[in-house]
């Protein structure tokens, strides 16, 4: 996974990529295709599924908790506050958390779909809670769900969930082109995260607020899912899942909507790119007390 991050930051400082373009072709195109393909191939368990989504606002909620608490002792501004909240709440989960998942869990469709379960989770918390944090004054609430229903990542996975339900075949001439499209997702999306991370300035990058984010966002984080996992009793695939779930680097959207907005953007790509290089270890040491833990 690395080395294609790494190939995505050398093309992009060599050829100087239309991010945008690529990373609309992965949010309207890739990313769809390969969220319907995992929910209509996977069977979930409703009691799982509730399972799921009543850990996720616990841990979310936690979260929240402590970025609250550590704000109030760091004495941040109200600008660095938002951005400090939403670097610790708001995860990684598209173009990390998915390729991480479809690598660990190829052999097992389950852990992929939880995982994409988890990406929609964390989308809608970006775009109320991460939006809130940093233009609440400005965002109305129609305005925040007319910005949800657009995506299509949401239509996809209702859609696969709904042909999944109702057991209704594909025809052959379009599970082909959806499969293509879902294979590409993998490489492609991994790319664009390194080269999106190729244009981040280093200076000042090691400062108390990046430090601090992501330890919250790297350690404290597994550290709650952790926790949750066993106050919940839950195990296997799921537990596992979950748990490498929270560990994953800060959100791109929060850098996104930080410079969207205007309010310490430099401190929000920062942010980002300091806590997906640490990331490299500590999701490796997760992956790996995982595989220990639930088996």
Not at 39 to 57: A, C, G, Q, R
Not at 235 to 241: E, L, P
């Amino acid at each position: 996974m690395l080395i294609l991050v790494v190939l995505g930051a050398g093309l992009q400082r060599k050829f100087a990529f239309n991010l945008k373009a690529v990373s609309n072709l992965i949010t309207y195109c890739l990313m769809p295709a390969a969220v319907f393909i995992n929910l209509y191939e996977t069977e979930i368990d409703v009691h799982v599924l509730l399972e799921i989504i009543s850990y996720l606002f616990a841990f979310s909620l936690a979260i929240i908790i402590v970025t609250t608490i550590l704000s109030k002792f760091l004495k941040l501004d109200r600008g660095e506050t938002a951005i400090f909240k939403n670097s610790i709440s708001l995860i990684n989960s598209g173009n990390y958390g998915i390729p991480v998942s479809q690598l660990l869990f190829h052999a097992n469709p389950l852990g992929i779909s939880i995982q994409i379960i988890v990406m929609v989770f964390q989308n809608v918390l970006t775009y109320t809670y991460g939006l809130y944090n940093l233009i609440s004054a400005t965002k109305s609430g129609l305005e925040i769900l007319r910005s949800l229903l657009k995506m299509p990542v949401i239509h996809a996975m209702l859609l696969g969930g709904l042909l999944n339900w109702l057991q209704i075949p594909i025809p052959n001439f379009i599970w082909v082109p959806i499969s293509h499209l879902s294979d590409a997702f993998l490489a492609i999306a991994l790319i664009l995260l390194g080269a999106q991370l190729a244009q981040i300035e280093l200076k000042t990058i090691v400062n108390r607020t990046i430090v601090t984010s992501s330890i919250g966002r790297l350690l404290i984080g597994p550290s709650v899912a952790l926790l949750l996992i066993f106050l919940f009793g839950l195990d296997g695939v799921v537990a596992q899942s979950l748990f490498i779930a929270s560990s994953f680097p800060t959100s791109r959207n929060s850098s996104t909507l930080a410079l969207e907005y205007d309010v310490h953007p430099d401190l929000a790509a920062q942010t980002v790119l300091f806590s997906t290089i640490v990331s490299a270890i500590t999701v490796t040491f997760v992956v790996y007390l995982s595989g220990i833990l639930f088996v």
